[in-house]
C-alpha cells in the first residue's frame, strides 16, 4: 500500500489524510501506528476472560472450552466477564461525574464570590433547577440560590439513601420500572463504590445482579453526574443556542498564535477563551511577530466552548496528534480525559507545548500550570502568556496546516430546540406523528483505529436522515458531523423528503449538535420530555442511540444508563463480553423484557442504519402511528 492509500485507509477526513501523510513522511508515529503494532491484539481481553483482581491469579478462561474453564477462585466466564464490565461502567461513571463534580464547585465558589472570574450566566436556569430542586427563588438574589442549590448538588453525590432528583424527570412508568428492578440510583459515589466491592474476589458472584449494579451505577451517571454537569455548566457558561462555526484542522492559522484546549471541561477553557480577548495577552503577541491569538479545540472541552462561543474546532479525538504534527500549534491545553499520553512524545519534534492544568491528570513531558476556580482567570491569561511567549519558536518551514474546513451551525440544547421549533415540543410530536420525522436517533461516542476514522459516524447519520430520521449527536461523532457538512441546515438536501420539509421550515440542520458527552443527558431529557407530552414510556418512543466507533470506559457507562432507560442501542466497535455467552445473551436479547430495550453490534453503518429503521418502524407500528 502506498502512503496516500495507507493514510486514506485510516481516514475518510481530507485534513487527517493529509497530516497522516506528513507524519509517515517524518517518521512520526501516530495511534494508527501503535494499533498496528499491538496486532493480533489479546484474545482473551477481547473477549473479556481475563481477570486479576487478586494475586491468585491472573486466570484467563479458555474459549475454546479444551483448558481451564475457571478461575483459581472459581470464577467462570460469566462472573469474570460480568465483573469486567461493571468495572468499565463505574470507571466511566466516575470519570463524567468527577467533571459534574468539579463543576458543582466552580457554582459554589461562583455563589460564594470566592471564583476569579466566573459568574452566573443563564439565571433563568439557575432558577429553573433551584425550583426543580425546591430551592425557593422568590424574591432572593442570584448567588444566594445558586449557593443553596451548589449545597444541595453536591448531597446528591454522596446520597445514601433515596432517588437522586434528576431521575424524577422520567417517565414515571420508568421509574416504577427501576424502583421495581431495585436499579433506581442512589448518589454516584455510593453506586461507584458499591460496583468495586461487588467486584472485589468473592463478593457478587451471579452476572445477572453484577449486570444489574452495572444499569443502577449507569443510571447514577446519566440522570445524576452527567445531567448535573451539564445543567450547572448551563447555569455558569450559558444555554448554549445555535451558532455558527468552522470545524477541522484548517482552522489553525498560519500567522497567529494557535491554542488548542483539548479535554473535558468548560472551568478552563471558557477562561481561556476569555483570557485571549485580553488586549494586553494580544499586544504581546503582535510584539512576538504574530497577526493575534487564535482558540481552538478539540474532543469535548472542545465542543463546549464551540457551542457557547463560536469558538471553532479543531477535530476529534484521533485528531489530537494530527493537530501538533501541523507544526503551527503553540500550546495544547489539556485537562482531564481522552488526552494520550502520546502527545508530550510530539514536543520532542514540534515547539509546541503540552500544557497540562488538573491536578487529576499529569503528563511527564508537558508544563504543568495547575488550574483552580479560584483564581481562574490570573492562570488562563498565565497559560496563554506562556503559548504566546512559544511564538517565535515556530519553526515556519515545518507549519503544514492542511486547507480544509467546513462551516458548522451548532448549540442545540433542549431549550434551543423547543426555541426553534416556537416554543413549545408540538411541531416535533406531530412531525413524527404523520411521519415526516419517523423517529429521532442520538448518535455519540469516539474514534477507535479499529475503524477507519470518522467513516461509521458519518454514513450512519446520512443514511438515517435519508431515511427522514432526525439525528442529534454529541462527542467526536458531533465533531465528524461538523467536518462533513452535516450540521448546516443545507445539508437537510440530504434528507429524506419528510425530514428535509421540517428543516427548511425552521431553518435547521438534519444533525443537530447537542454538545459533549456528558449532554448526553440532554438526549435523555429530551426522550423524557417527549415521552411524557405523549403519555407513553421513554421505551415505547420511535427512538435509538448508537456509538459507532466508541472506545472509552465514558461510552460503555452512556450504553449502559441510555439502555436502562429504555433506548435501544447500537455499538459499532465490539465490548468485551463475548467470552461469556449469557452475559451477552442478556445484554442483547433479555435486557428487552427487564428494561424494555437491549444492544445490538454492528460495525457496519449501513447495516446499523437498517436495524435502527427496523426498530423505529416496529415502534411506531406498536404506537398506532
Ligand atoms: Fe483468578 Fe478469581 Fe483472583 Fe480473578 S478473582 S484473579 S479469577 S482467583
Ligand atoms: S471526547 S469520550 S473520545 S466522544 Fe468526549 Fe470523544 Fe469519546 Fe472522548
Excluded at 462533513?484 to 420539509?501: H, N, V
Amino acid at each position: 500500500m502506498d502512503i496516500e492509500d495507507r493514510a486514506s485507509s485510516r481516514s475518510v477526513d481530507l485534513a487527517s489524510q493529509i497530516m497522516l501523510q506528513e507524519a509517515e513522511r517524518q517518521g512520526i508515529k501516530t495511534a494508527w501506528d501503535r494499533f498496528e503494532a499491538q496486532q493480533p491484539q489479546c484474545g482473551f481481553g477481547e473477549l473479556g476472560i481475563c481477570c486479576r483482581n487478586c494475586t491468585m491469579g491472573p486466570c484467563r478462561i479458555d474459549p475454546f472450552g479444551e483448558g481451564p474453564n475457571q478461575g483459581v477462585c472459581g470464577a467462570t466466564a460469566d462472573i469474570i466477564v460480568a465483573r469486567n464490565l461493571l468495572r468499565m461502567i463505574a470507571a466511566g461513571a466516575a470519570a463524567h461525574s468527577d467533571h459534574g463534580r468539579d463543576i458543582t464547585h466552580t457554582l459554589l465558589l461562583t455563589a460564594e464570590g470566592k471564583s476569579g472570574g466566573y459568574e452566573i450566566k443563564d439565571e433563568a436556569k439557575l432558577n429553573a433547577i433551584a425550583t426543580e430542586y425546591g430551592i425557593a427563588t422568590e424574591g432572593r438574589g442570584k448567588k444566594e440560590i445558586a449557593y443553596e442549590l451548589a449545597q444541595a448538588v453536591y448531597a446528591e453525590f454522596g446520597k445514601q439513601e433515596g432517588p437522586i432528583r434528576f431521575t424524577r424527570r422520567a417517565p414515571s412508568k420508568r421509574v416504577e420500572l427501576w424502583q421495581k428492578l431495585g436499579i433506581d440510583p442512589r448518589g454516584v459515589d455510593r453506586e461507584v463504590v458499591e460496583a468495586l466491592h461487588r467486584t472485589h474476589i468473592g463478593v457478587d458472584n451471579d452476572y445477572v445482579n453484577l449486570i444489574l449494579h452495572g444499569l443502577r451505577t449507569a443510571l447514577s451517571d446519566g440522570w445524576g453526574g452527567s445531567t448535573i454537569a451539564t445543567e450547572l455548566s448551563d447555569i455558569l457558561f450559558g444555554t448554549p443556542k445555535p451558532i455558527r462555526s468552522m470545524a477541522n484542522l484548517g482552522v489553525l492559522s498560519s500567522d497567529k498564535v494557535n491554542i488548542i484546549v483539548h479535554g473535558h471541561e468548560p472551568t478552563l477553557s471558557d477562561m481561556i477563551v476569555a483570557a485571549a480577548n485580553d488586549s494586553d495577552l494580544i499586544s504581546l503577541a503582535k510584539q512576538k511577530g504574530a497577526n493575534g491569538i487564535n482558540i481552538t479545540g478539540i474532543c469535548c472541552t472542545g465542543n463546549e466552548v464551540l457551542m457557547r462561543h463560536g469558538i471553532p474546532i479543531a477535530g476529534n479525538f484521533l485528531q489530537q496528534e494530527l493537530a501538533i504534527i501541523t507544526g503551527a500549534v503553540e500550546a495544547m491545553v489539556v485537562d482531564v480525559q481522552c488526552i494520550m499520553p502520546a502527545i508530550t512524545s510530539l514536543t520532542g519534534c514540534f515547539h509546541t507545548k503540552i500544557i497540562s492544568t488538573s491536578p487529576k491528570a499529569k503528563f511527564p513531558g508537558a508544563t504543568h500550570i495547575e488550574f483552580h476556580e479560584d483564581n481562574a482567570l490570573d492562570i488562563a491569561k498565565e497559560i496563554v502568556k506562556t503559548a504566546v511567549e512559544n511564538y517565535p519558536a515556530r519553526n515556519t518551514s515545518q507549519v503544514k496546516i492542511p486547507d480544509v474546513k467546513t462551516e458548522c451551525m451548532v448549540g442545540f440544547s433542549v431549550e434551543a430546540i423547543i426555541n426553534a421549533l416556537g416554543g413549545s415540543l408540538d411541531p416535533l410530536l406531530d412531525a413524527i406523528k404523520s411521519g415526516a420525522v419517523k423517529g429521532i436517533v442520538g448518535i455519540v461516542g469516539c474514534n477507535n483505529p479499529k475503524i477507519q476514522h470518522d467513516y461509521s459516524h458519518i454514513n450512519l447519520a446520512k443514511e438515517l436522515i435519508k431515511n427522514d430520521i432526525l439525528v442529534i449527536n454529541t462527542g467526536c461523532n458531533a465533531i465528524a458531523c461538523a467536518k462533513a457538512g452535516l450540521l448546516l441546515p443545507e445539508a437537510a438536501d440530504q434528507a429524506g423528503g419528510g425530514l428535509k420539509g421540517v428543516c427548511q421550515s425552521l431553518g435547521i440542520p438534519p444533525v443537530l449538535h447537542m454538545g459533549s458527552c456528558v449532554d448526553i443527558s440532554r438526549i435523555l431529557t429530551a426522550c423524557a420530555a417527549i415521552a411524557n407530552a405523549l403519555g407513553v414510556d421513554i421505551s415505547d418512543l420511535p427512538v435509538a442511540g448508537a456509538a459507532p466507533e466508541w472506545m472509552s470506559e465514558k461510552a460503555v457507562s452512556i450504553g449502559t444508563y441510555v439502555v436502562a432507560s429504555g433506548i435501544y442501542t447500537v455499538l459499532g466497535t465490539v465490548p468485551p463480553i463475548l467470552g461469556s455467552a449469557n452475559v451477552t445473551k442478556l445484554l442483547t436479547e433479555g435486557a428487552e423484557d427487564v428494561v424494555g430495550a437491549k444492544f445490538a453490534v454492528e460495525i457496519d453503518p449501513f447495516k446499523a442504519a437498517k436495524l435502527i429503521l427496523d426498530h423505529i418502524t416496529a415502534k411506531r407500528k406498536a404506537l398506532g402511528i
